[in-house]
Every structure is written in C-alpha cells, then in structure tokens.
C-alpha cells in the first residue's frame, strides 16, 4: 500500500532540498536587502534634513557611515536568527551577495531614473575621497550574515 504524504511535509529528495535552500537564502537575502536598504534610507533623510545642514555634507556623509554599519550588523543578526540559516558559509555569504545585488540592481535604477545620469557620470560626480568608503560597507553588507553567525563561547 503506498502512503500519502501531507502537504505540509517537504519533499525529501536532493533536488528538492536544494531548491528549497535556495528558496530559503533568497528570501532570507530580500529580506536582509529591504532591512539595510530601509535604515539607510532613514538615516539618509536624517544626515540631509538635520545633520548635514550644521555640519556640512562630507561629514555629514563619514558621520552616517557607522550607524549604517550597526544597523546592517542588526539586520544580519536578525535574519540568520529568523531564517534559522546553517552555519554554512555558502549559505549565509549567498544571503549576503543576493542582497548586495539587489541594493546594486536598485541603486543604479534610481540613479539613472532620478539623476539621468550614466554610470560615467554618476562616477566622475562623486568625491576621491568618499568615493572608497562605500565599497567598502557594500562589501561589509555582503558579508555580515557570514561574520555573525559565530558565538563565541567562553
């Protein structure tokens, strides 16, 4: 006799765990993408309506920097805890690198719907100076499931 199985059971044959993984790091990836990409835009309207009207804009600019950074440390914490991702690193850097891709993918619509700028222009528009700092939180973006995921025991 052969036996039903439930809906709500998974499938448990190797091509149907993958692709379940895979569902599971692009979901976890969106949602990591529209946390760190909503406290940027918070603390972005907050360093151009306040901050950088007193301070000025470039430091305004470096001053934002960390807050994005623990706001995306906190992002990342929190969905390796609600996806309950492994901790593998394949997964928790595909996490990270789907949303880095989505914050790329959307940055430049934005940028060329808003600005009408090329990615030339947009480039020779941006300061030396500042211009590096940014790749390097984008790496941290991509990266930061990956880095929290350890507990540290004493």
């Not at 007193?54 to 390796?80: C, D, F, Q, S, Y």
């Not at 609600?82 to 430049?108: D, H, K, M, N, Y």
């Not at 030396?128 to 929290?148: D, K």
């Amino acid at each position: 006799m052969r036996e039903l199985k439930s809906r709500d059971e998974p499938d448990k044959t190797p091509g149907n765990e993958r692709s379940h993984g895979l569902v599971q790091v692009l979901k976890a990836g969106t949602i990591y993408f529209l946390v760190a990409v909503g406290a940027e835009f918070v603390l972005e309207v907050i360093r151009l309506q306040v901050v950088a009207l007193h301070i000025g804009e470039k430091l305004a600019e470096m001053l934002e920097i960390p807050n994005v950074l623990l706001a995306t440390m906190i992002g990342a914490r929190w969905v390796v805890d609600r996806f309950i991702l492994p901790p593998l690193p394949g997964i928790r850097l595909g996490v990270g690198f789907v949303a880095l891709c989505l914050l790329l993918i959307s940055e430049w619509t934005v940028i060329q719907a808003l600005q009408a700028l090329s990615f030339e222009g947009y480039v020779t528009s941006q300061d030396a100076a500042v211009e590096t700092i940014p790749i390097g939180a984008l790496s941290v973006l991509a990266v930061m499931p990956f880095l929290v995921g350890y507990r540290w025991e004493r």
